[in-house]
């Protein structure tokens, strides 16, 4: 195994089996070269084969160059193609092979046939080290590809996550990763908002906020919210069976996620201990429980400067301030004894620049 930042990937194609799939290519090459053929590597991600298979073809045969395109950024494609740098002679009247790395979507072999077709090349053919015919968006040209891949996002040998891994001698794929799942608790004035934010979009996560899932079924009128509604309008408590019916259904409506942060759940430890039941049903769990951790007096100045932009009487008031503080804790310490009992609890001091504290929760999580 081997990672780069929280991904982490695991051997796919070895040195001994690229050199057999770079050979056979060579062979197919050879029989395809004459001296009107223009061989260009698609850099960065080709360079590795395409100087393999320049040094296992006869020199004389063919002139070589190279162009750089993008059209990648982290583990997904821009939709969209880029010239870097062009290095090679015009291509017109020449046959023209493009030696690539990988055919995913196959946009960029479509964007570069376009374009030398355009200008006035007589053939392009394709050379491709792999492939990911599930993937194919584009008619493509002709092509010969060394080894066909399922959709899975691979690196090494020329190929890179963010101009990573492009020096591995091997090809390894992205291993599937857990569900990142965080319960993130603050006292009143600890920031809390701020920072779900920030994680929801630095890893991509959904906020999940059990009120908002009580709205949302209410008003989807959903067989959930029609009793939700009927206990609420009875002036009782929703149920915590109802709640975690909620919070399945939103997992189930968000299969392809790559996490979430609850909010205002759990609460005591009896939700704590049904939501890990409704994970586990679902292959997934709590990754962990982020504690904001701030001093009592901390809170209560920061509370009283928001009361005053906010106008919220609970936000003027210092006694009703700290017995907020008091509830908060009394209610959230058999939550800590509950995760840290799975060693998933971990503070993080919630005092300083929020980029300081932003940074703090990062490095927790990635720790």
């Known amino acids: 195994m081997r990672k780069i930042g929280p991904y982490v ?31 260009l590597i698609v850099d960065k991600g080709g360079r590795p084969f395409g100087e393999r298979l320049k040094a296992l073809i006869e020199p004389e045969k063919g002139r070589w160059g190279s162009l750089r395109v993008k059209s990648y950024q ?14 090679f002679p015009s ?21 570069l046939g376009s374009y030398f077709m355009s200008q006035g090349a007589k053939s392009l053919k394709i050379l491709s ?19 066909n891949l399922n959709d899975t996002f691979v690196v090494g040998f020329g190929l890179d996550l963010n101009e990573k891994a492009r020096d591995w001698k091997s090809v390894y ?7 990142l799942n965080l319960v993130l608790f603050g006292p009143p004035g600890a920031g809390k908002g701020t920072q779900s934010a920030f994680l929801v979009e630095k890893y991509g996560l959904i906020h999940l906020s059990t009120g908002d899932l009580l709205r949302g079924e209410i008003k989807a009128e959903t067989a959930l919210g029609l009793e939700a509604k009927a206990i609420m309008d009875r002036g009782e408590l929703v149920s915590d ?28 430890q009896a939700q704590a201990e049904a939501l890990d039941s409704l994970l586990e049903e679902k292959g ?23 009361g005053k932009d906010s106008g919220r009487a609970d936000d003027q008031n210092e006694e009703v301030i700290r017995n907020r503080i008091a509830e908060y804790n009394k209610k959230t310490a058999v939550l800590k004894d509950f995760y840290g009992a799975q060693n998933k609890c971990k503070e993080v001091i919630g005092v300083g620049s929020i980029e300081e504290i932003s940074n703090r929760l990062s490095e927790a999580i990635e720790d």
């Open 173 to 179: 794929s992205l291993k599937k990763i857990d569900m």
């Open 91 to 111: 291509p017109e009247g020449k046959s023209i092979i493009l030696i690539e790395d990988i055919l995913d979507t196959g946009l960029t072999a479509h964007f």
């Open 284 to 306: 997934e769990s709590i990754s962990m429980m982020l504690s904001l951790e701030v001093p009592e007096q901390e809170l209560v100045h920061r509370l009283l400067l928001r």
């Open 9 to 39: 990937f695991e051997p796919l194609i070895s040195e001994l089996e690229l050199e057999k799939i770079i050979r056979d290519c060579a062979q197919w090459l050879i029989e395809e070269v004459d001296e009107n053929t223009l061989c």
């Open 129 to 147: 080290l792999l492939a990911k015919p599930e993937k194919h968006k584009y008619v493509l040209p002709e092509h010969k590809v060394g080894k």
């Open 74 to 87: 982290g583990t997904e494609s821009k939709g969209d193609v880029q010239f870097l740098s062009r290095d």
């Open 241 to 268: 069976e109802i709640v975690i019916g909620m919070i399945g259904s939103k997992l189930d409506a968000n299969p392809d996620a790559k996490g979430f942060i609850f909010d205002g759940f759990p609460r005591t």
